[in-house]
């Protein structure tokens, strides 16, 4: 747990989430933000910023991300998905909690990351 994480205060439930899926190192829930109907982040229940410094439990969250999208993509109907880590500032991440995006996408909807 890291103080002032957005992601760890989720984790620790204090900021309400729309949970799609929870183990004992792994939280899935609905981005407030979504690109699409159903986009949902994969995050590992202890803090680290990037893969790199989770080299232990980041398999485990790319395994249950994979597991996870045939669901994620059923559940909208959605033609594929993009499922992707943005790994480190340089690559788009904003917030500092190792996450993967599940993004259902539908034929031509331009939404590629
Ligand atoms: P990044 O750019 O770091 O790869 O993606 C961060 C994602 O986290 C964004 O898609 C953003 O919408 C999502 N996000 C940021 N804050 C929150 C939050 O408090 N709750 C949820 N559910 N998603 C968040
Ligand atoms: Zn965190």
Same mark, same amino acid.
């Given at each position: ?9 989720? @984790? ?7 949970? @799609? ?35 232990? @439990? ?17 559940? @909208? ?37």
């Amino acid at each position: 747990m890291s103080e002032d994480c957005i992601f760890c205060s989720i @984790v620790a439930g204090d900021i309400p989430n729309r949970t @799609v899926y929870e183990d004992d190192e792994v939280l899935a829930f609905l981005d407030v933000n979504p690109l699409a109907e159903g986009h949902t982040l994969v995050i590992p229940k202890e803090h680290g910023e990037q893969v790199a410094d989770l080299p232990e @439990v980041a398999p485990t969250v790319f395994q249950r991300a994979a597991e996870l999208t045939p669901a994620v993509r059923d559940a @909208v109907d959605a033609d594929g998905t993009t499922v992707a880590v943005n790994d480190g500032p340089a690559a788009g991440q904003e917030v500092p909690h190792l996450h993967v995006h599940i993004v259902p996408r539908e034929e031509g909807d331009g939404a590629g990351m």
